[in-house]
C-alpha cells in the first residue's frame, strides 16, 4: 500500500471513528486495528464470530478481576 493511499485511508477510518464513536485523534491511533473493528462492527452481525472460550480463559489470566479486591 503506498503512503498516499494509506494516509487517505487512515484519514477516512479517522473521520468514521470521530462521529460514529465520538473518538478524538489520539484514541483512535492508539486503538489498534482489531479495536476498531470492534467498534465499528455491528451487533449481531454475522460475519463475526465470537472469541474462543481458550482466547476468553487466556484473557481472564492475563487480566484478573479484581474489582472489589482490596
Known sequence: MSAERFAD???TLAG???RVLGWR???FWAATPDELAAALT???DPD???PEPQA???LRAQFPDTC???
Do not use: N
Open 25 to 27: 485523534p489520539d484514541e
Open 42 to 44: 455491528v451487533p449481531g
Open 16 to 18: 468514521i471513528a470521530a
Open 56 to 58: 476468553i480463559s487466556a
Open 9 to 11: 485511508a487512515a484519514r
Open 68 to 70: 472489589g479486591d482490596t
Open 48 to 50: 463475526v464470530q465470537p
